[in-house]
């Protein structure tokens, strides 16, 4: 598949907090390409409240992470070559850094599943978060409206 051009190597995941004004519940998306199309993509409301910008971005991570795995798999079963490191852009440095913390603090401990999910793919080093500016974050547009210079 190399000859065609098909690539499977980076993911963008982004959250909004409490970004619906009707119960304040937070929104969060992700998308995939495989080379320069988009193939896999998802925005959802989240199951419950959060408190904090962090916990709404890592949670989002989660699926993101979980879905670069299925996809990674699915390319693998197709015989599709699929490079080892799979790189999800985020523009929340806290998020980013609770994958990488091998210690818990007691203010994160709800987080405890999601961060033995994405922290064990980020020590395999098949999944790797890497810091993307908000302004270059693809997928705000399945988190926010969009200003209209963006479009």
């Not at 998306?29 to 916990?55: C, E, R």
Request: overall charge positive; proline content about 3%.
């Amino acid at each position: 598949m190399k000859d065609w051009g098909l690539m499977y190597r980076q993911g963008y995941t982004d959250a909004d907090w409490a970004g619906d004004a009707s119960d304040r519940r937070s929104t969060s998306g992700f998308m995939f390409s495989l080379g320069i199309a988009v193939v896999v993509w998802s925005n959802k409301k989240q199951p419950t409240m959060a408190l904090s910008s962090t916990k709404v971005e890592y949670r989002g991570t989660t699926v993101a992470t979980y879905e670069a795995i299925w996809l990674r798999r699915l390319l693998q079963d197709l015989r599709i070559e699929v490079p080892t490191l799979i790189s999800i852009y985020c523009d929340n440095i806290n998020s980013m850094q609770l994958a990488k913390n091998p210690l818990f603090h007691s203010r994160t401990k709800h987080n405890e599943v999601h961060y033995h999910f994405v922290r064990e793919w980020v020590l395999n080093g098949e999944v790797e978060l890497q810091y993307i500016q908000t302004n270059q974050q693809i997928a705000d547009i399945f988190t926010k409206p969009l200003r209209f210079d963006k479009f």
